[in-house]
């Protein structure tokens, strides 16, 4: 079994990448001691390998397809390298079964030597292996696993468009604010905590390219929610609960709202309920249904207003003159300018609930107009 695994490898050139790089499966003799630490382990991986392993820690899961579309020029070498993380422990993968038949693609989560690296670079402890496992458990086992892996895949579209097009990718200097394209994603979590769980989005995104900047929260709906619960969601982005300020919270966010949805009717829908709501964050909408060749990086953006002519399908890179344009750290210049209340400000100035009345679920489209192309 192994000789003609070992042929097999020669031929596509598996043990080429493995040797080269260092990462992969060592002799007895190359093997650490128990307790003892592999320093060498960091130092054999690729800038590449390293932009993986931080994407996987963060993110919590990513497929062969997601992870070539960030950073790899073709599914092979993706296929090569990612193998060769996983036998080195850096990456755990796992194939799931499909119900309808065959195997889903391969999903890669943190292995353990990967956490034992990230814990090292950021100054923290490793997790206990038992926890680390119970980690990935959880995350394979979850409910909002489809969630979580269609979040991951609108940001690797959009990362796919910037390496493709050569706007910029992943591998350049993370500090060179001259690189285009997808300049930043970061997860649910990490945003959450920035804003003291005032917000929760899907994730958040910063866009450069032709000199301007767009900061984004993703709402990615899956279609399986009352559309009033999914308008309600930009309640969170202007006030909280602590604060008689209606707009606290929107004076402090770095980006507008983009809300990715699983159908042209639920957009529609959606686009209804959010007109009724006022809020002074800017939000844009899209549906996967536009099938737009540059996903979701390509003219397929309505922002929501009551003015048709600014209502128009824009590429994502057009939404900042849409809206008003932005400051060059992506905040919408409308929240920039927000002013503070005055004492006199009353309840009144605080932005309506879409759940007044009937729910966007039970109403009935007057054939809207669908926004048109710019």
């Known amino acids: 079994m192994d000789k003609a695994r070992g042929a097999g490898a020669r031929l596509i050139g598996h043990n080429q990448s493995l040797f080269t790089h260092g990462v992969g499966r060592r002799s007895r003799s190359q093997r650490k001691a128990a307790g003892e630490p592999d320093g060498a382990l960091w130092a054999q991986l690729t800038p590449r390998d390293r932009v993986v392993l931080e994407l996987v820690g963060e993110h919590h899961v990513l497929t062969t397809e997601q992870l070539r579309a960030l950073l790899f020029p073709s ?23 499909r119900a309808e038949g065959g195997s889903k693609p391969f999903h890669y989560l943190l292995g353990y030597r990967g956490a034992e690296l990230l814990a090292a670079q950021h100054g923290s402890a490793p997790p206990r292996p038992a926890k680390h496992a119970d980690r990935l458990r959880r995350i394979l086992e979850s409910p909002r696993l489809a969630h979580l892996l269609g979040v991951n895949q609108f940001f690797a579209e959009l990362g796919e468009y910037s390496r493709r ?46 000199g301007g900047w767009l900061g984004f929260f993703l709402e990615h709906d899956t279609g399986t929610e009352p559309i009033y619960k999914v308008a309600d969601k930009i309640d969170r982005y202007t006030s909280s609960e602590r604060s008689g ?38 939000v844009a909408t899209a549906s996967r249904e536009h099938g ?43 929240l920039a300018n927000l002013t503070r209340p005055t004492p006199a400000a009353t309840a009144a100035d605080s932005p309506p609930s879409s759940r007044e009345g009937a729910s966007a679920d039970e109403l009935i489209l007057d054939d809207e107009p669908e926004p048109r192309s710019a």
């Open 245 to 282: 300020d209606p707009w606290d919270v929107a004076r402090r966010l770095a980006g507008m709202v983009l809300i990715w949805t699983s159908s042209t009717r639920r957009e529609n829908l959606l686009r209804r309920s959010l007109r009724a709501k006022g809020s002074p964050v800017p």
């Open 165 to 210: 097009t050569g706007l910029g990718t992943f591998l350049d200097d993370e500090r060179g604010f001259d690189r285009e394209g997808l300049h930043t994603w970061r997860c649910e979590q990490w945003i959450t905590n920035f804003y003291e769980r005032t917000i929760t989005p899907d994730g958040y995104g910063c866009w450069h390219e032709r």
């Open 292 to 334: 737009h060749p540059d996903g979701p990086a390509g003219e397929v953006w309505s922002v929501v207003t009551t003015e048709p002519e600014l209502a128009r399908r824009v590429r994502l890179g057009a939404l900042p003159a849409v809206i008003g344009g932005t400051t060059d750290n992506g905040t919408p210049t409308v």
């Open 75 to 97: 599914i092979s070498r993706a296929q090569h390298r990612l193998l060769a993380l996983t036998e080195a422990g850096v990456l755990w993968r796992t194939q799931p079964y």
